[in-house]
């Protein structure tokens, strides 16, 4: 299959950061920096959820509105608002935008971030909690007629959408996580499995547990990867500016605080091996920070890493979330060295299976 290239939009312009959604909001950069990944041959463009940040929607809406193909990967958080309301929500901005998303399912990062919403569940509750949630919402995209629903977490009754989805049956639903909660959900209802960069070995051994959770349902998995590239014309270039942004984030952050989640824990753990992984897997800014969120980093020239992005292609990760640390400066390049590389690289890897078959 093509692979697909997402990039990640926020709201206003920073200097070096690890993330992009918080603080306030310029519309001028909303739109700019949205129209940049467009330019630049992204496919979509990651639109994230903190429970202080802005709302994803309104920001993904606002943005599709000012710019003409590309798509949204909107994070979603279960649990904030009622499943049917949230159904309906999905459906309209998919209509509105002739299928210019999918939805990012994130059953929570912190306590303390679900504790600021309001939400006091328990994270191995909040999983199942979703996987509800998930059910309730298919079943309001699908169903041509009144339904009831009667479980743990949600009660519903004559439960109906005159709004369906532009896309059919409903978009695509990504989630993340490397807990067994969050493993269980995703494999019964969701269909791409974002994961972190990990080591080829590691993410080997991930792609074949989570193809067989998925068989259990009579389902297949398919799977994305975020990665950071750090790039340079030479591959000792590339090294400097990596340590010049650790330099610079471990001024901003001090010192890394505890992981809060399995995924954190995980990165860490490769982290507290070694700073590099084959070849150009680099976890030093995962460990300067406690690896909240999207911190694996492929460094060295273009080529390079698209060589490297070109390995979990093999693997059967078809699609990948790239950024940056210094935008726009790094989405452009990013746009311009590397994915041609990898779109090209990628065709002749499928080109090659199927004249093998």
């Avoid at 919403?117 to 169903?143: C, H, I, Q």
């Avoid at 990596?242 to 809060?260: N, Y």
């Avoid at 992984?277 to 980093?297: F, K, V």
Wanted: hydrophobic share 40%.
């Amino acid at each position: 299959m093509p692979v697909k290239i997402a990039g990640m939009i926020g709201t206003q312009m920073e200097g070096v950061a690890v993330h992009l959604i918080k603080g306030k909001i310029s519309r001028e950069w909303v739109i700019d920096f949205t129209r940049l990944h467009e330019q630049w041959d992204y496919d979509s463009v990651l639109v994230g959820y903190y429970a202080s940040a802005a709302e994803g929607f309104a920001i993904a809406l606002y943005a599709a509105d000012h710019t003409e193909r590309i798509k949204f990967l909107i994070a979603h958080r279960p649990g904030s608002v009622a499943p049917a309301l949230a159904a309906r929500q999905v459906a309209t901005f998919d209509q509105l935008t002739q299928g210019r998303m999918s939805l990012h399912i994130i059953a929570g990062t912190t306590d303390q971030d679900q504790a600021s919403e309001g939400d006091f569940l328990p994270k191995n509750d909040r999983y199942r909690r979703a996987g509800e949630y998930l059910n309730v919402m298919r079943r309001m995209w699908t169903s041509e007629a009144p339904f009831d629903h009667h479980g743990e977490f949600y009660r519903v009754a004559g439960a109906y959408s005159d709004i369906k989805p532009y896309q059919q049956p409903y978009p695509t639903l990504f989630f993340g996580g490397s807990s067994d909660g969050a493993l269980q959900m995703g494999a019964e209802y969701c269909d791409v499995f974002a994961i972190f960069g990990e080591p080829l070995a590691e993410t080997q051994d991930r792609i074949n547990d989570f193809r067989r959770r998925t068989a259990k349902y009579g389902r297949k998995a398919d799977f994305n990867m975020s990665l950071r590239p750090i790039m340079a014309p030479s591959e000792g270039e590339a090294w400097d500016k990596a340590h010049r942004l650790l330099a610079d984030v471990e001024r901003k952050t001090g010192a890394a605080p505890q992981p809060g989640n399995h995924s954190s824990e995980r990165l860490l753990g490769f982290a507290a091996r070694g700073d590099v992984h084959d070849e150009r897997l680099w976890m030093g800014i995962a460990r300067a920070t406690g690896a909240p969120g999207n911190t694996s980093c492929l460094v060295g020239t273009p080529e390079q890493v698209a060589a490297a992005v070109l390995q979990y292609y093999r693997l059967g990760i078809h699609s990948f979330l790239l950024r940056g640390f210094e935008n726009p400066h790094d989405t452009i390049a990013i746009g311009r060295d590397l994915i041609p590389l990898i779109r090209a690289g990628a065709a002749e890897i499928d080109r090659q299976v199927q004249a093998a078959e």
